[in-house]
């Protein structure tokens, strides 16, 4: 009876090992590229960057410029002039911040691939 229990045990340790290993090392393991649902959230996340990259640009020159035109139209007012200082570094500092992403996100991405 014990040397059953030992059989009975031994095999279904190996049934559940063999079922453990199927499903760790699935055929996605050991396909040559991505799989498909990765590939589709990396192109959607180089989507997304390639969209921000192009409104960023158009939006800075918009915000630079109305800081300019709050500076040039204040009219000696204090607040106006300091409110479009404010306006000009903020923009120009968000925009560099968004090129450095890009950038930061390029080296990664050459370093892990």
Do not use: H, Q
């Amino acid at each position: 009876m014990l040397r059953f229990k030992k059989i009975v045990f031994f095999i279904l340790f190996i049934i559940l090992l063999f079922i453990v290993l199927f499903f760790t090392f699935s055929s996605s393991c050991f396909a040559l590229g991505e799989p498909k649902l990765v590939s589709k959230v990396n192109s959607a996340f180089e989507t997304i960057e390639s969209w921000l990259l192009k409104i960023a640009t158009p939006a800075a020159a918009v915000a630079v410029g109305t800081g300019v035109f709050m500076k040039k139209f204040s009219f000696g007012d204090e607040d106006r002039i300091r409110t479009g200082k404010k306006i000009i570094k903020g923009s120009l500092f968000s925009y560099a911040f968004i090129l450095a992403i890009d950038l930061i996100l390029s080296a990664i991405k050459s370093l892990i691939s």
